[in-house]
């Protein structure tokens, strides 16, 4: 069982959740860039547009990213800032009965009767609001979600991961530009389904095998389009 007070434990979790999120930022990055210049390659062998859309692409991206988790971010917090509001009311307008449920909060958590009001009186005498935010609510009222950090990570994160088929089809000979790219996202997408799963505690072999699959399947896609399209307009 851990300690009510065990410090640093909430930071370390939501440092984990962060960069399990760039983590996955950079997936998405690697993919629908990927998807992008892999189909108008398929489509033309000139550069200029490769270029374009890539870019196009990864700036798209990259902002769409930002915005989607800077409104998630800030309605969450939104929400926390809420909830310590009410509970900062509750404590000024009835201690006695926060106080009991505080204690039944821990007895509920296997700690005897006894034990729980010990605990729960202790910790309301240093910090009522801190010791109701952490077992009531479930975080701790000094680190709230950060919306502008939140968006900031996932565009930059975003942005890296898009960088790689972006360089790769831009760097290799024509003749083989589609499968250097192909297989460099495919060895990235491997990598960064390892690193997500060992982040996580999941199989690494079937998070990286999820990212190898879909991943291929939205080359494939993407290419069998522009090739299409390529053939229709020429």
Known sequence: MSHPHEPHSGSV?????WLRAGVLGANDGIVSTAGIVVG?????VARGPIITAGIAGLAAGAVSMALGEYVSVSAQRDTEQALLHVERRELRDDPQAE??????LYEAKGLSAATARTVAEELT???PLLAHAEVEL????DELTN???AATSSA????IGALLPLIAILVAPVAVRIPVTVASVLLALLVTGVVSASLGGAPKHRAALRNFVGGGLALAVTYLIGHLVGAAIA
């Open 125 to 127: 005498d240093h910090d």
């Open 147 to 149: 919306p502008w950090q």
């Open 13 to 17: 979790s939501a440092r984990l959740n």
């Open 156 to 159: 930059l994160s975003f942005a």
């Open 99 to 104: 106080l009991d449920e505080l204690a039944a």
């Open 138 to 141: 479930g975080f701790h009222p």
């Open 40 to 44: 108008v390659a398929a489509a033309t």
